[in-house]
């Protein structure tokens, strides 16, 4: 079955830097990878995804690229700020459709001021 | 906090007893799930139900059921033959895509500690 790995557990960056999170998947067959931001106390909720027809996707921010043939896929968010510290998980959709995402360990992001 | 509704949001367990964690949607989702969240381990998927009256085993079932009666509800039990039931439980819906790009709405969750 499907095995999503992430990477770093653990990211302290400064006010206005950039971070970077690497997932990589086991199943070739998944074509959908979403990334979800959980701040302290609250619920997941998607931030951002791919398909995996495309090797890019912006949005403001924060941007996802997608190597199939790796079969690796990274959030980059650039300017951090306080309010970006939370926990990211990075999640793929195993073959068959079912509907359920295999997510990654997560990261818990820190920006200090 | 529309849409997925899970109570409670916190329970306490003397241990060899069974609690059943509730999680209402009401946003005509086909397919719900219950994940396990603990610290470094990310979302573990415990059980899934795509279609009223039938639901399947995620990837650490063993020690938890559930039933799915109502397309709005899908309840969680955790019984006392799960050795470490002590985490955060978190229930979602999707409305299914056929291109597999299904987005997972989240409860607030449910934290369970066994005393």
């Known amino acids: 079955g499907e095995n999503v790995e992430q990477h770093p557990s653990t990211l302290s960056v400064q006010e206005g830097d950039s971070a970077v999170i690497k997932c990589t998947y086991s199943d070739s067959a998944s074509n959908y990878f979403p990334w979800y931001k959980q701040e302290l106390g609250k619920r997941p909720q998607l931030i951002i995804d791919i398909r995996s027809n495309v090797g890019e996707k912006k949005d403001q921010r924060i941007a996802v690229t997608l190597n199939k043939t790796a079969k690796h896929f990274s959030l980059h968010i650039t300017e951090t700020q306080p309010e970006d510290s939370a926990v990211y998980f990075c999640a793929a959709n195993p073959s068959g459709n079912t509907g359920k995402l295999i997510f990654g360990q997560g990261t818990t992001l820190q920006v200090k001021p | 906090d529309g849409g997925i509704t899970q109570s409670p949001k916190y329970l306490f367990r003397k241990e060899g007893q069974n609690v059943t964690l509730s999680c209402e949607q009401n946003l005509n989702h086909d397919a719900m799930y219950w ?8 979302l573990r998927l415990i059980y899934y ?48 895509r056929s291109s597999g790009a299904n987005v997972l709405t989240f409860g607030a969750g449910s934290r369970l500690t066994v005393l």
């Open chain 2, 35 to 42: 994940y396990r969240q603990d610290p470094g381990q990310g």
């Open chain 2, 49 to 96: 139900s795509q279609i009223v009256n039938d639901f399947q085993k995620g990837d650490i079932a063993e020690g938890y059921s559930v039933s799915r009666e109502k397309k709005e509800s899908f309840p969680l039990t955790v019984t006392s033959a799960q050795k470490n039931p002590t985490a955060f439980y978190l229930c979602a819906s999707t409305a299914f």
